[in-house]
Nanobody, 126 residues
Framework: QVQPVESGEGLVQPGGPLKLPCQAP????????VAWFPQAPGRQRGLVAV???????NYAVFVKGRFTISRDNVKNTVYLQMNSLEPEDTAVYYC????????????????????WGQGTQVTVSS
């Protein structure tokens, strides 16, 4: 079991970049599948990016070409690099992790993930 911690909260102008780290320094985070789930007020969390322990990645269609997920196993950190941000990207971004790769639902389903961070606010506004 891990306890991910997100950071990188910030205000960014439309079109700008922002990089979010998710870290679990006391856990074997490199063995976990890790994903990012934004949640806007009144809306459900939706997966935008996921990375496995082997480094395989997948993305929601609407962020492909804009967002990149990566991991640094030495630092026990997963990153979400967001480019070309738009106001619609404004949300609390949650980092989530799971140890078991076998799917119970779908790869993008929040129910697949068992460990969740507290979230970090990303606001895209002029």
């Amino acid at each position: 079991q891990v306890q991910p911690v997100e950071s990188g909260e910030g205000l960014v102008q439309p079109g700008g970049p922002l990089k979010l780290p998710c870290q679990a320094p006391q856990s074997p985070f490199s063995t976990y599948t890790v994903a990012w789930f934004p949640q806007a007020p009144g809306r459900q969390r939706g997966l935008v990016a996921v990375i496995t322990s082997s480094g395989s990645t997948n993305y929601a269609v609407f962020v492909k070409g804009r967002f990149t997920i990566s991991r640094d196993n030495v630092k026990n950190t997963v990153y979400l690099q967001m480019n070309s941000l738009e106001p619609e990207d404004t949300a609390v971004y949650y980092c989530a992790a799971k140890a078991v790769s076998r799917l119970m639902y779908r790869w993008y389903d929040a129910r697949e993930f068992t460990s969740w961070g507290q979230g970090t606010q990303v606001t895209v506004s002029s």
